[in-house]
T-cell receptor
Framework: AQSVTQPDIHITVSEGASLELRCNYSYGATPYLFWYVQSPGQGLQLLLKYFSGDTLVQGIKGFEAEFKRSQSSFNLRKPSVHWSDAAEYFCAVGRYSGGGADGLTFGKGTHLIIQP | GAVVSQHPSRVICKSGTSVKIECRSLDFQATTMFWYRQFPKQSLMLMATSNEGSKATYEQGVEKDKFLINHASLTLSTLTVTSAHPEDSSFYIC?????????????FGPGTRLTVL
């Protein structure tokens, strides 16, 4: 069975500083990886996804993530955070069988706090 | 585009009653819809997958008789929590996928907060 580990429950970063959120996965085949952001009262919003190809993926809001198969990691990065980036971030792995969309397995999330 | 709504956003009910939660894809047709449950400060756990016109597939450990899922149309799926108890209190989130292509993105609803007294 697949699993996702986000080792950091909380991360505090100063506004304007760089950010890296860690994500490690366990999956028996080629993973389909996602990063979502959840703000209070809002649905989960997709930041970026990786299915194949270039291992450095660009997403919305200035985020990027790098897939490293050798480390089973898919860390999320942003060069300079803004106060509006404060939210809960979830890494997820997609389970696809026979070409059909399937449910996602999520990590426990990382709560990002931005200091002024 | 790709908006998913849920109704109600919050519901409080008495123990033993049933509660229905609706999930609608507003501007696309959803071949597949998913239901997740999120406990406070916890991750989302997949409960079930529903395809329009067929029976839902439940994850291991999810009681299909307690959590009834109906996906009657390409824009609507419902989750009914039957004979709700306080331990069913949680945040229920649905997502919808437009098709079955392998790189299909899921779009999430804002969630429904269920409190069972």
């Amino acid at each position: 069975a697949q699993s996702v580990t986000q080792p950091d429950i909380h991360i505090t970063v100063s506004e304007g500083a760089s950010l890296e959120l860690r994500c490690n996965y366990s999956y028996g085949a080629t993973p389909y990886l996602f990063w979502y952001v959840q703000s209070p009262g809002q649905g989960l919003q997709l930041l970026l996804k990786y299915f194949s190809g270039d291992t450095l993926v660009q997403g919305i809001k200035g985020f990027e993530a790098e897939f490293k198969r050798s480390q089973s990691s898919f860390n999320l990065r942003k060069p300079s955070v803004h106060w509006s980036d404060a939210a809960e971030y979830f890494c997820a792995v997609g389970r696809y069988s026979g070409g059909g969309a399937d449910g996602l397995t999520f990590g426990k999330g990382t709560h990002l706090i931005i200091q002024p | 585009g790709a908006v998913v709504s849920q109704h109600p956003s919050r519901v409080i009910c008495k123990s033993g009653t049933s509660v229905k939660i609706e999930c609608r894809s507003l501007d696309f047709q959803a071949t597949t819809m998913f239901w997740y449950r999120q406990f406070p400060k916890q991750s989302l756990m997949l409960m079930a997958t529903s395809n329009e016109g067929s029976k839902a597939t439940y994850e291991q450990g999810v009681e299909k008789d307690k959590f009834l899922i109906n996906h009657a149309s390409l824009t609507l799926s419902t989750l009914t929590v039957t004979s709700a108890h306080p331990e069913d209190s949680s945040f229920y989130i649905c997502s919808a996928a437009p098709g079955t292509q392998i790189d299909n993105e899921q779009f999430f609803g804002p969630g429904t907060r269920l409190t069972v007294l």
